[in-house]
């Protein structure tokens, strides 16, 4: 197999593997928003095992790239994009294939950049929410509810305790 072919498979994997991820990413979106910490924590503990699934994709691009760059003559180890690897190809054809794997690639990656920045503005909302909630409780209110008498300066000095024991 050409090292091109290589690197185009390769590159087909990881944008298969990152909307596998993208289909997680909205699962996790939707357990977010029904609080569900269970569910999340699987999630993300699935999340974690594709991030590791990701290492010998990376190496294997790596590699295809610099098999790519040997078969076209450089012999630097240099870490290149593929806008900039294109350019060493000249077969109208091949130049395509590897563009379009690139283009698809990109925006799988975009639309999971966009997911990701949402569940993290709905998580961030989440403890917003739940920081506000402990503030009420646990605060220490001004004054009663109950109407005291301005001159009445020995009133009650304000509950103690999360809820009122008085009956």
Known sequence: MAALDKLIAVLQQTEQSHREMLALSEIKRQV?????????????????????????????RLSAVHELLQERGIKSMLNLNITEISKLIFDPADKQRLLEVQKKLAGTLQELKEINQLNQKLIEQSLMFIDLSMDIFASRPEQDATYQ?????????????????RA
């Open 149 to 165: 008498h301005p001159a009445d300066k020995n009133g009650n000095p304000g509950r103690i305790g999360l809820f009122d024991t």
């Open 32 to 60: 977010i928003v029904k609080n569900d910490v269970d569910q999340l924590i699987a999630l993300m503990n699935k999340e974690s095992k594709f991030m590791k699934q990701q290492e010998p994709l990376e190496s294997e």
